[in-house]
């Protein structure tokens, strides 16, 4: 159910707009609030007045506030709400923004941060989730730029539902079809779901690679480039979670709206983590920590010469069982590993090795340091093998696992809670007898 929820329904100018009709009776039947925005193309195939009739709500076709009625909104929404700037209230107050049908038009002005009309700009400004549902002809949608598009889109953590295969209005048959609105329409249940499901919770991510110092101007490092970690710490913060992010060198720019601790080395890591493990409910150590270091740091650039250079290294701490051998209860611990034989065994063997809860396998198959994933959730009698994926896509389904993990935590502390109130319950009586004063009259 989507009671007490907020949904965005986003049309644009796409000949599937009149079953857009149809998803909003179905939101509307799970009880969901709904406010349509239309793009000016779409008032060409769906009038205004059909979306206000099924939402029970103004449809938004503009950014100069011509709507005549106040909106119908959740008490939680319309909290978040100031009534100053109506585009901007409406970004603030969904829980989860779908677009369908979206437009190659669309999806592409969505990529490139375009906002030349009010579904646009909402788009830009809200935080809320993001569900995408594509609608073209069949070339449109295999065009290496729409393709490239939803591959922007899916990494920057919009759900991707459709198109499904089928006859197309030009008469062509291929994909490009509107998805089923009972498949839409559970991917926004799904994101609705997902959109508060850490609040409250303090998630401490160690992401990126360490550099262990040659020289002056040498290290010894990985070819990690940070991308899951910040995944990870996109998808928790969209969450709702507090999040902590150590981070080592990488690639790609950290996410924003978290608090971020830069790193070095191993011993760096070590420390900034140490620092914050106490107060977190979930640890994700997705950071490719260096396994060795120098001996010795030479203070000056190291010279080529006629003889082989000889390194002396030394191994550094193993972190994550440090921090998890003086876990708290219902902490969730989750290690990553790169294997590249006996994958499943060495994951298993670190997870008991670690006291962990999860250890997420990566495939070497498709190098270190890409934007997609292929990874197996690895725990003590169990294994998952996903799909290959965005590492946005994979840092969801790592996070859906870790609350099903704290669910299960928490039913298996409650029998034991309950059992000792009995135990005291019992105590009293026999205190009561050897001490009548305390107990009563004697009898």
């Known amino acids: 159910m989507l009671r007490g929820r907020t949904v ?3 049309v644009s100018g796409g000949i599937a707009a009149y079953k857009t009709c149809e998803l909003v009776r179905w939101l509307r039947r799970r009880e969901a609030a709904v406010v349509v925005v239309m793009t000016p193309a779409a008032e060409r195939f769906v009038t205004p007045l059909t979306f206000e009739a099924l939402s029970g709500n103004p449809v938004i076709t503009s950014l100069w506030g011509e709507q005549k009625h106040e909106l119908v909104l959740p008490d939680a929404a319309r909290r978040k709400t100031t009534g100053k700037v109506g585009h901007i209230d409406l970004a603030e107050a969904a829980d989860v923004m779908v677009l369908a049908p979206a437009t190659a038009d669309l999806i592409a002005r969505l990529v490139h941060g375009e906002a030349p009309d009010a579904l646009t700009t909402i788009v830009l400004a809200s935080r809320a989730r993001l569900v995408i549902a594509p609608s073209m002809d069949f070339g449109m949608w295999r065009h290496a730029a729409t393709q490239e ?6 990494r920057r953590g919009a759900v991707i539902v459709g198109p499904a295969s089928g006859e197309l209005a030009s008469g062509l048959m291929g994909p490009g079809r509107l998805a089923d609105i009972e498949e839409i329409g559970a991917a926004v249940e799904q994101a609705a779901a997902r959109r508060a499901s850490l609040a409250g919770v303090r998630v401490l991510i160690g992401a990126g690679r360490t550099e262990e110092p040659l020289d002056p101007v040498r290290v010894l490092t990985n070819r990690s480039s940070g991308r899951m970690g910040f995944a990870l710490a996109e998808a ?3 969450r709702g979670a507090e999040v902590t992010l150590v981070a080592g060198p990488a690639s790609v720019e950290p996410p924003l709206g978290v608090a971020l601790v830069s790193v070095t080395t191993a011993a760096g890591m070590e420390s900034a983590l140490k620092r914050a493990v106490a107060g977190a409910g979930v640890v ?3 950071a490719a920590v260096a396994d060795y270091r120098p001996r010795r740091v030479a203070h000056e650039k190291l010279k080529r010469g006629t003889a082989p250079l000889t390194l002396a290294l030394e191994p550094n701490p193993d972190i994550l069982a440090g921090l998890a051998a003086s876990r708290r209860p219902g902490q969730v611990f989750v290690g990553f590993a790169l294997e590249t034989s006996r994958g499943i065994e060495r994951a298993r063997a670190k997870l008991a090795a670690k006291r962990l809860d999860l250890v997420v396998l990566n495939s070497p198959a498709k190098g270190i340091g890409g934007e997609t994933s292929v990874v197996t959730l690895v725990e003590a009698r169990t294994e998952r093998r996903l ?3 965005s590492k946005r896509e994979v840092a969801e389904a790592i996070l859906d696992r870790v609350l099903e993990l704290r669910v299960a935590r928490r039913k298996a502390a409650k029998p034991a809670r309950a059992a000792v109130k009995p135990a005291r319950a019992a105590a009293k009586p026999a205190r009561a007898a050897a001490n009548p ?7």
């Open 8 to 10: 965005l329904v986003g």
């Open 149 to 154: 598009n939803v591959r922007v889109l899916r």
């Open 236 to 238: 928790a913060r969209d």
């Open 284 to 286: 994700l150590m997705a």
């Open 387 to 389: 799909p290959e994926q």
């Open 437 to 443: 004063k305390r107990g009563g009259k004697a009898r």
